[in-house]
């Protein structure tokens, strides 16, 4: 059995549902625990900013990676390098909220450098603690969100065939993102 983490109590944290190209999921999106990171995808998501994004990353027995504005173009050699028009958000590590990168929780992508999230996310297919930014080493990648519905999405997305840069070789689009309470 998979692990899974939910944080509050029923109807406390927003809802985030994905229509893609490969179907529907849904993911509750953790702003009370991780208002900085979850505030600033919930005001993309909610500006449509997301809408019409392609998956530009996609790693088997990894995760897959979603969030670049010059993804709109699937086939941009810039797609997974680009910032919101607002720019990088500040790192959010709280000491009291570990939400460790499970199989299935939204993470905060990042370039190495401090402060240099924005946009970019991405979906853990498997457990990767090694990614948390409590535990020892150079990545530190911040969740604010897991799927609560549609994980066999995740998984269909998660095993699209790829080119060497990890690009999906069939484009995967984020058709759009609705925000409600849960």
């Known amino acids: 059995m998979d692990q899974h983490q939910t944080l509050g109590t029923p109807m406390s944290n927003p809802i985030a549902t994905f229509e893609?190209?490969?179907?529907?999921?849904?993911?509750e999106v953790f702003l009370k625990e991780m208002p900085?990171?979850?505030g600033n995808f919930l005001a993309l998501a909610k500006e449509g900013f997301y809408n019409g994004l392609h998956f530009h990353r996609v790693i088997p027995q990894f995760m897959i990676q979603f969030g670049c504005p010059f993804s709109r173009d699937p086939m941009d050699p810039r797609a997974g390098t680009g910032d919101p028009p607002s720019g990088p958000i500040k790192d959010e590590f709280p000491r009291q909220h570990r939400l460790s990168n499970l199989r299935g929780s939204l993470s905060m992508a990042n370039t190495g450098r401090p402060n240099s999230g924005g946009s970019q996310f991405f979906i853990n297919l498997v457990n990767n603690p090694y990614l948390d930014y409590f535990t020892p080493g150079s990545s530190k990648h911040p969740v604010f969100g897991q799927v609560v519905d549609g994980l066999d999405v995740i998984?269909?997305?998660?095993?699209?065939a790829t080119d060497r840069e990890d690009r999906p070789r069939e484009p995967v689009e984020v058709i759009s993102v609705m925000i409600s309470q849960a």
């Open 155 to 160: 998984d269909a997305i998660g095993k699209t």
């Open 20 to 27: 893609t190209s490969h179907g529907m999921f849904a993911v």
């Open 36 to 38: 900085i990171t979850a």
